[in-house]
């Protein structure tokens, strides 16, 4: 039990160990589904964009896609046009209480599914904390739903933290999607993260987790920082980073007001075709990695 990893600055060791301690009778499920968390512990950096338009422009493209809204802020939820519900969130299958399948909600939109947040979830972090294993809670609810080959793509949302929440993500996640403001500090919480990874995969909390990339967001092509920021994390980062930058778009800003992703909203517009572009960038990735696997 702790509340002690919710600080970038927890010392390496301290988390290994509690990993480490973790790691027993984890067994890895096979599944077609790719589980993606979207996450960086920066706040308002187009996690909750990204995840909204980018499963609403993969189900566009046939690809089946679950979101899991795990942040309390459920903006997500409201994005694709939920309204908040009581009862309907991830925090009771966390807590081994419900089948993760019974939380299933359908959006709008074809293909694109949901597992909705409300504010009851903030308050689950101190329940998940209390259960042994409180690392891999999200892991063992996430494993009758994989075993079922439902989804394409799973993209879990997290809050803007290195909380419990975000920490059980990413010990379940193949994968870590994580959205960078184009702005001065991007590549500082961009190395607190990368060190993360290499600890949950050092720890064999995760040893498979990879990085499925880094995708520039809010770009503003009339500012010269724009263009230093991406040449700046394009070096350090080299192919991690899509070729397709997300620029700052009123349209992308509006939608959620409507409940609606962006190409429901304004398909014309400038933040629509970047989202469309990014996620075929994306699935071309990860076409090529389930043609590796299988091959
Ligand atoms: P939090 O950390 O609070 O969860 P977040 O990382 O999920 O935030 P978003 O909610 O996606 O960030 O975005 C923060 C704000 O910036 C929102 O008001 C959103 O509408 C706006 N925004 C995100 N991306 C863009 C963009 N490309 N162009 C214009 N506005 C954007
Ligand atoms: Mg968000």
Redesign the pocket.
Same mark, same amino acid.
């Not at 993209?155 to 994580?178: F, K």
């Given at each position: 039990m702790t509340d002690a990893i919710n600080t970038p600055e927890q010392s390496a060791k301290t988390l290994s160990e509690q990993f480490a301690a973790q790691v027993e009778n984890q067994a890895p499920v096979l599944s077609k589904t790719r589980v993606v968390a979207v996450a %960086?512990q920066k +706040?308002? !950096? +187009?996690?909750?964009?990204?995840v909204i338009n980018l499963a609403a422009c993969l189900a566009y493209l046939h690809k089946k896609v679950l979101i899991i809204d795990l942040?309390p802020?459920a %903006?997500a939820t409201s994005g694709v046009g939920l309204p908040p519900q009581q009862n309907t969130s991830l925090y009771r299958a966390l807590l081994g209480e419900t089948s993760i399948v019974t939380l299933i909600q359908n959006t709008p939109y074809q293909d694109l599914d949901i597992i909705p947040s409300e504010l009851d979830l903030a308050g689950s972090e101190v329940y998940v904390a209390r259960q042994d294993n409180y690392l891999h809670c999200f892991n063992t609810a996430l494993a009758p739903l994989l075993v079922t080959d439902s989804y394409d793509i799973i993209i879990v949302d997290c &809050? &803007?933290s290195l909380g419990i929440l975000t920490m059980n993500a990413l010990t379940a996640a193949h994968s870590i999607l994580i959205?960078i403001q184009c702005e001065y500090y991007a590549l500082e919480g961009l190395s607190v993260i990368a060190r993360l990874v290499q600890q949950l995969r050092d720890s064999g909390a995760n040893p498979l987790l990879d990085i499925e990339g880094i995708v520039m967001?809010?770009f503003d092509g009339r500012t010269n920082l724009s263009d230093q920021v991406v040449d700046e994390v394009r070096k350090h980062f080299e192919s991690r980073v899509y070729n397709t930058i997300? &620029?700052? %778009? !009123?349209r992308?800003?509006e939608a &959620?007001s409507f409940g609606k992703p962006v190409i429901h909203y304004d398909w014309y517009s400038t +933040?629509a075709k970047a989202y469309m572009l990014f996620a075929q960038e994306f699935a071309a990735r990860i076409d090529a990695l389930a043609g590796r696997n299988s091959g």
């Amino acid at each position: 039990m702790t509340d002690a990893i919710n600080t970038p600055e927890q010392s390496a060791k301290t988390l290994s160990e509690q990993f480490a301690a973790q790691v027993e009778n984890q067994a890895p499920v096979l599944s077609k589904t790719r589980v993606v968390a979207v996450a %960086n512990q920066k +706040g308002g !950096v +187009g996690k909750t964009t990204t995840v909204i338009n980018l499963a609403a422009c993969l189900a566009y493209l046939h690809k089946k896609v679950l979101i899991i809204d795990l942040d309390p802020q459920a %903006n997500a939820t409201s994005g694709v046009g939920l309204p908040p519900q009581q009862n309907t969130s991830l925090y009771r299958a966390l807590l081994g209480e419900t089948s993760i399948v019974t939380l299933i909600q359908n959006t709008p939109y074809q293909d694109l599914d949901i597992i909705p947040s409300e504010l009851d979830l903030a308050g689950s972090e101190v329940y998940v904390a209390r259960q042994d294993n409180y690392l891999h809670c999200f892991n063992t609810a996430l494993a009758p739903l994989l075993v079922t080959d439902s989804y394409d793509i799973i993209i879990v949302d997290c &809050p &803007p933290s290195l909380g419990i929440l975000t920490m059980n993500a990413l010990t379940a996640a193949h994968s870590i999607l994580i959205p960078i403001q184009c702005e001065y500090y991007a590549l500082e919480g961009l190395s607190v993260i990368a060190r993360l990874v290499q600890q949950l995969r050092d720890s064999g909390a995760n040893p498979l987790l990879d990085i499925e990339g880094i995708v520039m967001t809010m770009f503003d092509g009339r500012t010269n920082l724009s263009d230093q920021v991406v040449d700046e994390v394009r070096k350090h980062f080299e192919s991690r980073v899509y070729n397709t930058i997300i &620029p700052r %778009n !009123v349209r992308l800003s509006e939608a &959620p007001s409507f409940g609606k992703p962006v190409i429901h909203y304004d398909w014309y517009s400038t +933040g629509a075709k970047a989202y469309m572009l990014f996620a075929q960038e994306f699935a071309a990735r990860i076409d090529a990695l389930a043609g590796r696997n299988s091959g």
